[in-house]
């Protein structure tokens, strides 16, 4: 009997907590990725995984990030440029006094995965390291050729994108 009332008392904890996640319309996930301070890449290079916060721009299709000249991060991406990305917004922690199985998080976060390519032609740097800064600054900025010729510029290519949220009202 204790078994079934811990089973039930679970279940019923379970099944609320999936009727309080929603899926997200993409009007909603372009707003999580606009209010985001960091978006997480995760690579893998021969079953390793290697997960990163990067600055990031973007402009409804493609995410553009920057680089050093050499890295951990480009051998990975030289190994398979096939990457995963992350962002979360709202994040809360959920407590209760006496039940541990009640606590939570809330949460507003976008997963998807495309393909990251390097940016080659200066022009198209420009544009790109420009997502990058009017994501942070809300501007757009000089870049010299020395400026570019210091860094690599990154698109990744968003082929699936998802979001959800988790016990947020609207």
């Keep these: 009997m204790i078994i079934f009332y811990f089973y039930q008392t679970f279940y019923n904890i379970y099944e609320k907590k999936r009727k309080e996640k929603k899926t997200l319309e993409r009007a909603e996930i372009d707003q999580i990725i606009n209010k985001s301070d960091v978006c997480r890449i995760a690579f893998a290079k021969e079953n390793i995984p290697y997960i990163v916060p990067v600055s990031f721009g973007y402009d409804g299709k493609s995410l553009y990030l920057h680089t050093a000249l050499e890295g951990k991060k480009i ?37 998807g995965n495309g393909k990251i390519y390097e940016i080659k032609d200066e022009r198209k740097m420009i544009n790109a390291l420009n997502k990058i800064m009017q994501h942070y600054s809300g501007k757009e900025w ?29």
């Design 142 to 170: 000089e870049f010299t050729e020395k400026m570019l010729k210091n860094v690599r510029i990154w698109e990744i290519e968003i082929e699936r994108i998802t979001g959800k949220k988790s016990n947020i009202e609207d």
């Design 75 to 111: 051998d990975f991406i030289r190994s398979n440029n096939i990457v995963c990305f992350e962002f979360d917004t709202d994040v809360k922690t959920i407590t209760h006094k006496t039940i541990g199985c009640k606590w939570s998080t809330t949460y507003r976060s976008v997963i």
